[in-house]
């Protein structure tokens, strides 16, 4: 957080410690024999779990302790009204239940899926969730965990054709869910006039129908122009306006809640964009103006049939 230092939005931010590491938290979402194997490959030391995935000694403790942070985050949320984001790394959202997710042949670095854990524990009390997750990869953990859960809404935006190779137009849910799993596969060089159509339009659209309580972000910051391993074309501004959108909705009474969780993100736009977002979910800066470009056709008549899908689920649920 050095680079805020210089930030009005400083002043406005709390540091607060992860929570204890603790199991029952974790075992909301994954299988406790998977829960129970990574805590025995964590015990040999480091090493490569998968060809993108190492572990220490100290991950088992560290990934439970930001899945512990998640539940309770997401209590303390709804309580207060107060904005979280939850400075995790990996972010999570290519755990699946018991492994690598959807047939992915890796788990992405990602060893529990924090924001499902906070999602299970928010639906738990009754409450519906809405995801976004802006990462620039497909979160494939996460739709697998919550595929036939109809109180998550789940809102995928990335890249398509690359690492897990999931989250097509077609995946719109489970039999008791269909329609509250978006996914956006957008084509290499998409910017932000592209991601400004959707937050007006996709996003704005599906949460005015589904009137979630509680909205979850994945906040990677991989779709950045300068990060080398995506060829999506963002800026920080995109991140500025995605900030300032989540905050009003908090500020209208729209949603009660808001959590961000931190995902990817590899190079010197992560900075920049991390801030920028930041600056927007305080409006401790200027909203920018950014305008939009529609998708492209076949995007947007999938598109049209799951928000048809998910007014359907809405009203029969
Ligand atoms: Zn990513």
New binding site residues.
Partial sequence: MRELSNSPAQSLIDLVKCSKPDITSVVLVHDLRYVEWVENECSKGFHYIDPDTYVTEHTYNVALAFATTARDAAIDAVRTSTPWFILARPGGHHAGRSGPAMGAPTLGFCIFDYISVAAKTLINQGLRVMIIDF???HGNGTQEILWDEPKALHIDIHQRWIYPGTGGLEDVGGLNAKGTKINIPLYPYSNDSHYAYIINNIIETARNVFQPDVILVFA?F?AHKDDK?TQLRVTEDLYSLFGHYLRELLEDKLVRGLISIL??GYGKGMVKSLKSYVEGLTGVSRKPSISETSLQDDILNALRKNLNLLKTTVETS
Avoid: P
């Fill in positions: 990462d620039a990869h990677g991989d391993l995902g990817g």
